[in-house]
């Protein structure tokens, strides 16, 4: 295997089975020049270029400290959650990453509106997400928001086997926040965002709208759905405006079945 072009000290294009590869791995091009011969101990990755034309843009147009941190956090991901993440993530998320730390060392903040969400619903992805801000805080001396902390985890959740396309996971996140502000707004409170009660809620409505798309339903018989409408009368009539909300504005249907395991969690909320 010979190096055909050094796109940075950590990246270089090789010829490999008659194809063009990106071979990847740390110092892989240290001391090297074109056409020598890469040490196949040094690569850790392996990228076809005909389908990775855009990393290669991407390693040639950032810093290559950006790439380190980013190979770093997809390391250490991997170790924690003890899975493979799809090869895909050294695009999405060098490139969320090194804009990231730009807009950030501009003085620019943005804010995720489902941070709560996915801390609640992407747990060990979030926890690499605080791991991934203190190391950048650590390697560059920048100091990133916990909202950035959300949207790496959100990469990695989405780049796990089977963890789903980011905009569909985003989407229904998004979704979980609607329902939750349809509460609020119903019953004119404030929910702590904190509370054991709020993170059992945005559980049961994530696993609620995964059987909604699936056409799954819980099953409540029809005794314990009327003694659950007239008991908890208030937040019954929450949930039902939860489904109009949801059918009017996202077109998903929720069975009344449904309805009853919600109320249990609004009227829990209503206490606490």
């Excluded at 196949?40 to 990228?47: A, G, S």
């Excluded at 998320?93 to 060392?105: G, K, M, N, P, Q």
């Amino acid at each position: 295997m010979r190096i055909k072009k050094i796109l940075n000290n950590n990246a270089v294009i090789i010829f490999d089975d008659e194809q063009e590869k990106i071979a990847i791995g740390a110092g892989v091009a240290y001391n090297k020049r074109k056409n020598d011969i890469v040490n196949p101990d040094k690569i850790e990755k392996l990228f076809v270029l005909k389908e990775n034309e855009k990393l290669q843009q991407l390693l040639l147009r950032i810093p290559e400290d950006h790439f380190i941190l980013s190979e770093e956090i997809i390391s250490y991901a991997e170790q924690q959650l003890h899975t493979k993440l799809n090869d895909h993530i050294s695009l999405a998320l060098t490139d969320h990453l090194s804009f990231a730390i730009e807009r950030e060392s501009q003085g620019i903040h943005l804010k995720n509106k489902l941070l709560q969400e996915i801390k609640i619903l992407y747990k060990k992805e979030f926890e690499i997400g605080l791991w991934a801000i203190r190391h950048i805080n650590e390697k560059l001396g920048i100091e990133m928001p916990v909202d950035e902390a959300a949207f790496i985890a959100l990469h990695i959740h989405t780049m796990k086997i089977q963890g789903g396309d980011l905009h569909e996971t985003v989407r229904q996140t998004a979704i979980l926040r609607d329902m939750v502000d349809t509460i609020q707004d119903y019953l004119k409170i404030s929910i702590n965002e904190e509370d054991l009660s709020y993170e059992r809620l945005i559980t049961h409505l994530r696993f609620a709208l995964t059987r909604a798309h699936h056409y799954e339903a819980h099953t409540m018989d029809e005794e314990m759905l009327n003694m659950i409408k007239h008991k908890f009368e208030l937040s019954y009539r929450c949930a039902m405006e939860v489904r109009k909300e949801l059918s009017s504005l996202h077109g998903i249907d929720l069975p009344e079945e449904e309805l009853g395991y919600i109320t249990l969690h609004i009227e829990r909320l209503r206490k606490y």
